[in-house]
């Protein structure tokens, strides 16, 4: 049996971590970086014959991961939070095409639900840490 579809507004029932306890999170070797792992694994193991959303979601969960590493390198605080804000983005371009590729049946309930996990932790991080930008 499908799932419904997982929206990210379920985020906002998940309990929120502190500042600097969410940006160590998503440091390379991280959660981030699992996402990233897991993408091209997801990838490699179901592009038969679909490619199209296939690269989509490669590129939207590989970008997270690299505007979050030119985040904490960036030049200025405004600069940090920008990267911080696209990565957000990034994520939520990865959970639709990630719910597409589920729905239409490319990848299975445990590659869903194991990439799925990932985003939904990076979202409650990368809110965390945006939201902190809205309070300085």
Same mark, same amino acid.
């Given at each position: *049996?499908?799932?419904?579809?997982?929206?990210?507004?379920?985020?906002d =029932?998940?309990?929120? $971590?502190?500042? #600097?306890? &969410?940006? %160590?999170?998503?440091?390379?070797?991280?959660?981030?970086?699992?996402l990233?792992?897991?993408?091209?694994?997801?990838?490699?193991?179901?592009? *038969?014959?679909?490619?199209?959303?296939?690269?989509?979601?490669?590129? =939207?969960?590989?970008? $997270?991961?690299? #505007?979050? &590493?030119? %985040?904490?390198?960036?030049?200025?605080?405004?600069?940090?939070?920008?990267?911080?804000?696209?990565?957000?983005?990034?994520?939520?371009?990865?959970?639709?095409?990630?719910?597409?590729?589920?729905?239409?049946?490319?990848?299975?309930?445990?590659?869903?639900?194991?990439?799925?996990?990932?985003?939904?932790?990076?979202?409650?991080?990368?809110?965390?840490?945006?939201?902190?930008?809205?309070?300085?």
């Amino acid at each position: *049996k499908k799932k419904d579809f997982v929206i990210s507004c379920e985020v906002d =029932s998940v309990e929120w $971590v502190k500042f #600097n306890d &969410a940006l %160590a999170k998503l440091r390379e070797g991280s959660i981030g970086w699992q996402l990233v792992k897991t993408v091209i694994e997801s990838i490699n193991a179901t592009v *038969k014959n679909e490619f199209v959303m296939s690269k989509q979601l490669l590129r =939207s969960g590989t970008s $997270v991961g690299a #505007n979050i &590493a030119e %985040a904490e390198h960036g030049q200025t605080e405004a600069d940090f939070y920008a990267k911080m804000n696209i990565a957000l983005k990034e994520v939520a371009e990865t959970e639709y095409w990630l719910n597409l590729l589920y729905d239409t049946e490319y990848i299975s309930t445990e590659q869903f639900d194991s990439i799925m996990a990932d985003c939904l932790e990076l979202l409650r991080l990368l809110i965390s840490i945006t939201k902190k930008q809205k309070r300085i």
